[in-house]
């Protein structure tokens, strides 16, 4: 059968007005790889800091991935013998489905045969793109792989954009998470404390990427999941960090329990919670804490600090710095309308760790 010559165009899956940019009006080509014959290709794109870097690859049939660029992807692939035209192409591609925030598709041409690409942009709960799944050649017959934005705002609350594919009930785009509370939920998480430093207000780490494992609502089950984390600004000027999470459990073997977890789960003394902080953002991070309905809230949001008490806290702050373990009774509540809570806490410093660490042992005063 004979193709249609010249150039084709990109179109999008619904009506509606394009942008007004270059990107809207310029057609694109993707040549198909050498062969004559449409190979299937599916990569996970983020553009988690928008227009200010270049889309990376962090997932593929190959597997995952840190932060590939695309012309090393595409060229890892086999789509071309050379780079960087299809490189480009699927650039620009991803790049309208960005801009517009809808699907796009693209047809590729070579020689003798037509194929296709789509782009896919999954949109976090601010409405910013995070990534774009892009597919090229026909995929009948694939499960989707699971994806979820997630966004930290400047309070550390972590919101959750619309899934793709069926994601664990904590992924909810109804629901909100402290990240000490998301934390809670990690068996195993790579890099933990790299991850933290995102969230440094004096020297923040700008990237991070890697594996955590999490307990299914099927306590028999655990979900592999892939993140990649940017610190970027939203449109108030104001610090966030936007991730996408992709639940690889069906094609890559999850890691074993996290030594973090374990170590305070087996130290925690009965009736107590426990914790790890990061000195140098205050984060309070690998969680292990029984349930109790006074502090249910703290899971959902930051709780407030009685203001006589805020010396006494910086006070254990700064000792702990010094390497010095202290103790302090604080009085917490989460809503204005609140009685104030007794919160009893043991710090001691760790030093063992790249960043400086602090160990909280903490229980709730018995009421009267």
Known sequence: ??????????????????ANSDLATRPIDLPLA??????SHRFLVECLAGESLEPTVILDGEGPHRFHRLFRTFRTAGLAHVVSRPADAGLHLLTRAIVE?????????DRESVGSATAIPIVGPSGVVHAVRLDIGTHQGDVEMPVVPVEFDAELIARFGVPHGSVPALFASSSTWTLPALL???VWLDKRLELIALFDPGDPESRWCGSLVIEDSNPTKRRHLWMAVRSTTDRHGERVARGIIADI?????APSPDPFT??????????HGSALMDLRTTLMHSFYCRDDPRMSFWRHRNPQTHPADRFALLQVLSDLEQNRPAQLALRIRFEDEDPWITLHVNCTPLTNYPRPQANIDFWIEPPN
């Open 184 to 186: 809670e939920q990690v």
């Open 262 to 271: 374990e170590h305070l789960s087996t130290r925690t003394p009965r009736g």
């Open 1 to 18: 059968m004979t193709t249609a010559q010249g150039r084709p165009n990109i179109t999008r899956s619904s009506h509606g007005a394009r």
């Open 101 to 109: 925030r809808e699907r796009c598709h693209g047809d590729l041409y």
């Open 249 to 253: 459990t069906d094609t890559t073997t």
């Open 34 to 39: 050498t062969g004559g014959s449409t190979t």
